[in-house]
Nanobody, 118 residues
Framework: QVQLVESGGGLVQPGGSLRLSCAASISIFNFYRMGWYRQTPGKERELVATITRGNTANYADSVKGRFTISRENDKNTVYLQMNSLKPEDTAVYYC????????????WGQGTQVTVSS
């Protein structure tokens, strides 16, 4: 089973930038879809962005124009570039992978904390 490891979280001031990385334990070249989700205490995990095998990206309305998802297959890594960060972006960010369309549930990483505060 694939394992995902996120990194790149931290504390940043409003208006700042961070780049999250998600490294997979196996090749992601044929993975059906990978994505980033986030969760705050007491709330359900929500979609941030996804990217398909064909590099089609999808974003939550709240991050469109500020966040960019990308994948680097030769490094087995997916990135989330986050610009113009707002305090409401504060959350634990999780990487997910669906390797084939029939997979019933995504594989999740352990999460990385992002805190946007002055």
């Amino acid at each position: 089973q694939v394992q995902l490891v996120e990194s790149g979280g931290g504390l940043v001031q409003p208006g700042g930038s961070l780049r999250l990385s998600c490294a997979a334990s196996i090749s992601i070249f044929n993975f059906y879809r990978m994505g980033w989700y986030r969760q705050t205490p007491g709330k359900e995990r929500e979609l941030v962005a996804t990217i398909t095998r064909g590099n089609t990206a999808n974003y939550a309305d709240s991050v469109k124009g500020r966040f960019t998802i990308s994948r680097e297959n030769d490094k087995n890594t997916v990135y989330l570039q986050m610009n113009s960060l707002k305090p409401e972006d504060t959350a634990v960010y999780y990487c997910s992978a669906i390797t084939v369309p029939s997979q019933p549930r995504p594989v999740w990483g352990q999460g990385t904390q992002v805190t946007v505060s002055s």
